[in-house]
C-alpha cells in the first residue's frame, strides 16, 4: 500500500489523528474545519463597536445625530475586524457528547 505524500497530511489538533489536509471532518474525533468568523465572533465584534463608537462619542459631548453616525462606524468596523482577524481556516473543537463533563 502506497503511503500519502507528507504534504498532504496533518494532524488534528484535538486527537493527533493523522488526516488528509483537504478534510473538513475529523474522523477521529469530529472537529470541524472553519472558514471565517463564527457567527457569534461576527455578532460579538459588531456589537462591541455599535456600543463603543456613541460611547467615545458621548464621552466627548457630542450630539446625538452623531453618536448615531459613530454607531454604525462602529458597526461596521467590528464587522471588518471579525473578519480580518479570521479570515484563515481553522479547526473548531468537536461538539460535546450529552452527558459529558469535559
Excluded: N
Amino acid at each position: 500500500m502506497m503511503e500519502p505524500v507528507p504534504s498532504s497530511v496533518e494532524q488534528c489538533p484535538f486527537c493527533r489523528k493523522t488526516i488528509r489536509r483537504t478534510a473538513e471532518v475529523c474522523p477521529g474525533c469530529g472537529a470541524e474545519r472553519q472558514y471565517g468568523p463564527t457567527r457569534r465572533e461576527s455578532l460579538t465584534t459588531t456589537g462591541i463597536g455599535l456600543v463603543a463608537g456613541p460611547a467615545a462619542i458621548t464621552v466627548v459631548g457630542a450630539g446625538l445625530t452623531l453618536a448615531v453616525v459613530a454607531g454604525v462606524i462602529g458597526a461596521l468596523m467590528g464587522f471588518f475586524v471579525a473578519h480580518a482577524r479570521h479570515s484563515v481556516d481553522r479547526w473548531m473543537p468537536p461538539p460535546r457528547k450529552p452527558g459529558s463533563l469535559a
